[in-house]
Every structure is written in C-alpha cells, then in structure tokens.
C-alpha cells in the first residue's frame, strides 16, 4: 500500500540522515584530537626564569613532567601550575578536566599566540585559610588564621570599626566645612594646595523677588566672602554665566582683590524687561586664568503689569468709560509727573469720584513702590 511504502521511504532516508550527522561528529571529533596532537606553543614562568617550549601532550601529568625537565625540578616534589586566561586572571591548572579547558581557550585563539604559565612549590599554605584581623585573633589561635567560632564575632567588629570611621569623616567634613566658611584653614590640610574660592553671604540689595515697574532701571549688589587660601588676583571678573540677558546686564564688571577671609560688594548695573513675568540671572567670578570659581550667585525679579495696582484699589471690579469727563484731572496727573497708565487712572478716578487727592496718592503709592524706593514724602 502507498502507507508501506512512504514508511519504507522514510525509514531509508531517516537512516542516511542519522548515518550523516555521526559521520560529521566522527569527523569533528577527529579534527580536534588531531589538533590537541600539535604542539601548543608555550611561555613558562618559574622563579626569574622564563622559558619557551612546544607542549604536545593532553595530560597534566606530562605537562608536569615537561615543565620539571625544563627547569631540573626535583620529580618528587609537588608543583603548581597555573595560566593566564582571557581575562588576564591567574587560573590554576589541577586536573586534566582544567588543562582540556585552558588548550580549548588557547586554540580558539582566545589566550593570544602563547599559551602562558607559571610553576611554583606547593607548600601546605597554598590551601584555603581564613584571616581575621588583629583585633579578633585570640592567644590560642596562629597569626594569621581564625577558627570558625571566631569568625561572627571578628565581623560584627568590623561592622562598627566601619561605622565608627564613617561617623569620623562625616564630622570631620563638616567641622572643615564651618571653618572654610570662616575664612580659616581646617587642620591638617596640605599647606602646599591653593584654591580660589568664593562664599555668598548676602543680597545687599534687591531681594529675591523684589518687584519693579517695566523699563526700570536698578542696582544688584551681592556680598561675597573669599573662603579659599589665594587672594583674588587683579584681572578677576564677575560675568553673567546666564544664557539669556533678559536683564539688560553687561557681560561682566572688574572685581576687586580680596584678601583671605574678607568680604566684598559687586554692584551691576541692570534694566527690568518690559513684559511682566519672573526673570532671573546668574553670575559668578572668573580667574584671569579664564577658570570659574565660587558659589554661583543669582538675581531675581518681578516685573509688574502696568495695568495692575499693587494696593489692590484698583477699582479692577469694573472696566473704565473713556467719555472725556476726566481728561482735566489725567492732563494734571501727567503735568505732576505721575507716570500712570491711562486705563488705571481712569479706573481710580471713576472708582472716588473724581477726587484727585485720593487718587494721586494711591498713585504716588504705587509708583514709590514699583521703583524700589523705602518710603514715600506725605502729600
């Protein structure tokens, strides 16, 4: 029947598939025999001396036995031997199960042209031992060694050996830390290191978020402290270190040269941008050596609306009616000098019924305060 036949079929071919595949392992299998059969280039170590010889065994016993006749090694006594593997570690060879491994790693091309090892005695302190330090050692154990019921305890003193110098060194830095930041040099520290440095101490004006009308002009001054062992050396700048110059800065003003330990004021020039917002820059000092140094100092600000009233009367409730009934009262405002925009006034005079006391003081008010000034004369 046609299912005899395709099992025939199946069977003959399966057949000559499996011959197939033990033909090439049989094949395989040779090659590498053959291979291991070529002598392996080596480079031997032992002592100050250093041999080169071809290795053409597979055992670790006639590799022994090669390496003893090499050097005149006494035949009965023990040696190690070890190779240096991929990895560059030192691996010990001590069956043939581990010299297999170390030919197949340097045939594979891995251990590079040589196959590199060394030879030493072996002595009984080549075993596995366990060290402890000298603080857990007891009188009745060897130096050097520790017996298994000493073991937990040895580290459980490390342990706080450990903490107890971690707790040094944090106290130790912040002690240094304090001193650095009084200008004096904490001890111990290498007379020989010098370091530009800088401390901010304060904003001598314009506090962080002062408010300013737009287009205003200001004065940012910061007191700096020099907390390194230089003095600051002439050519040292203050530069903007900010991407943008929203501020209308200059790039840099000269600083002075500080001495150790004493403080300066650097005072920049700058200009509010006349849209509303937050704004903000850094600056910080430059060696002429064109290295930065110090903490980064920063400026920041903001800008009001010119149609809001930092008083909060406003008369903001209602949108002013331009019907030409107080265009008296804004021609006085502006012939005072009461800078003012034409919306808010109309809003305040509406709001107090045209009363121009009132209204330009609350307008003196806001403009005093846009403009940084501490205090504002009595009308």
Same mark, same amino acid.
């Given at each position: 029947? *046609?299912?005899? @036949?395709?099992?025939?079929?199946?069977? *003959?071919?399966?057949?000559?598939? !499996?011959?197939?595949?033990?033909?090439?392992?049989? #094949?395989s299998l040779t090659r590498l025999t053959e291979t291991r059969k070529m002598s392996t280039p080596?480079?031997?170590?032992?002592?100050?001396?250093?041999?080169?010889?071809?290795?053409?065994?597979?055992?670790?016993? =006639?590799?022994?036995?090669?390496?003893?006749?090499?050097?005149?090694?006494?035949?009965? *006594?023990?040696?190690?031997?070890?190779?240096?593997?991929? &990895? !560059?570690? @030192?691996?010990?060879?001590?069956?043939?199960? =581990?010299?297999?491994?170390?030919?197949?790693?340097?045939?594979?091309?891995?251990?590079?042209?040589?196959?590199?090892?060394?030879?030493?005695?072996?002595?009984?302190?080549?075993?596995?031992?366990?060290?402890?330090? %000298?603080?857990?050692?007891?009188?009745?154990?060897?130096?050097?060694?520790?017996? %298994? $019921? &000493?073991?937990? $305890?040895?580290?459980?003193? @490390?342990?706080?050996?450990? =903490?107890?110098?971690?707790?040094?060194?944090?106290?130790?830095?912040?002690?240094?830390?304090?001193?650095?930041?009084?200008?004096?040099?904490?001890? +111990?520290?290498?007379?020989?290191?010098?370091?530009?440095?800088?401390?901010?101490?304060?904003?001598?004006?314009?506090?962080? /978020?002062?408010?300013?009308?737009? /287009?205003?002009?200001?004065?940012?001054?910061?007191?700096?402290? $020099?907390?390194?062992?230089?003095?600051?050396?002439?050519?040292?700048?203050?530069?903007?270190?900010?991407?943008? $110059?929203?501020?209308?800065?200059?790039?840099?003003?000269?600083?002075?040269?500080?001495?150790?330990? &004493?403080?300066?004021? @650097?005072?920049?020039?700058?200009?509010?941008?006349?849209? %509303?917002?937050?704004?903000?820059?850094?600056?910080?000092?430059?060696?002429p050596s064109q290295k930065k140094f110090g903490q980064r100092v920063r400026v920041q600000i903001?800008?009001?609306? %010119?149609y809001s009233d930092s008083s909060g009367d406003d008369g903001s409730s209602f949108d002013p009616?331009?019907?030409?009934?107080?265009?008296?009262?804004?021609?006085?405002?502006?012939?005072? /000098?009461?800078?003012?925009?034409?919306?808010?006034?109309?809003?305040?005079?509406?709001?107090?019924? /045209?009363?121009?006391?009132?209204? #330009?003081?609350?307008?003196?008010?806001?403009?005093?305060?846009?403009?940084?000034?501490? +205090?504002?004369?009595?009308?």
């Open positions: 029947s *046609e299912m005899c @036949i395709r099992d025939s079929i199946n069977a *003959e071919y399966g057949d000559a598939r !499996n011959q197939k595949v033990r033909r090439i392992t049989a #094949t080596c480079k031997v170590k032992y002592q100050n001396e250093i041999r080169r010889f071809n290795f053409s065994g597979s055992s670790l016993e =006639e590799l022994e036995k090669a390496l003893k006749n090499i050097f005149n090694y006494p035949p009965e *006594e023990p040696v190690v031997i070890c190779y240096q593997d991929e &990895e !560059n570690d @030192i691996v010990n060879i001590g069956s043939n199960q =581990e010299l297999s491994y170390a030919l197949d790693l340097f045939l594979q091309k891995k251990l590079g042209p040589l196959l590199r090892l060394q030879i030493s005695r072996k002595t009984a302190e080549d075993g596995p031992k366990l060290y402890t330090p %000298p603080f857990a050692r007891s009188s009745s154990t060897p130096q050097g060694l520790a017996l %298994p $019921n &000493e073991i937990p $305890n040895a580290y459980q003193q @490390i342990a706080l050996l450990k =903490e107890h110098v971690r707790v040094l060194k944090h106290k130790s830095k912040f002690e240094n830390r304090e001193m650095r930041r009084r200008g004096q040099r904490p001890q +111990g520290e290498r007379m020989d290191v010098e370091k530009l440095n800088a401390r901010f101490v304060k904003h001598v004006t314009v506090p962080d /978020g002062m408010e300013y009308a737009p /287009g205003v002009c200001f004065q940012k001054t910061w007191r700096l402290l $020099n907390s390194g062992n230089l003095q600051w050396p002439q050519g040292t700048i203050f530069a903007r270190v900010s991407k943008s $110059n929203e501020l209308n800065a200059p790039d840099y003003v000269e600083a002075p040269s500080v001495n150790v330990g &004493e403080e300066a004021d @650097i005072t920049v020039q700058m200009t509010a941008p006349t849209s %509303p917002g937050l704004y903000t820059g850094f600056w910080r000092l430059i060696a903001q800008v009001a609306s %010119p009616v331009d019907d030409g009934r107080f265009d008296q009262q804004l021609a006085q405002l502006n012939e005072m /000098g009461i800078l003012a925009p034409r919306p808010l006034a109309l809003r305040l005079l509406q709001k107090h019924s /045209g009363d121009m006391t009132v209204v #330009t003081k609350k307008l003196i008010r806001r403009q005093t305060k846009l403009l940084g000034v501490s +205090g504002i004369q009595k009308l």
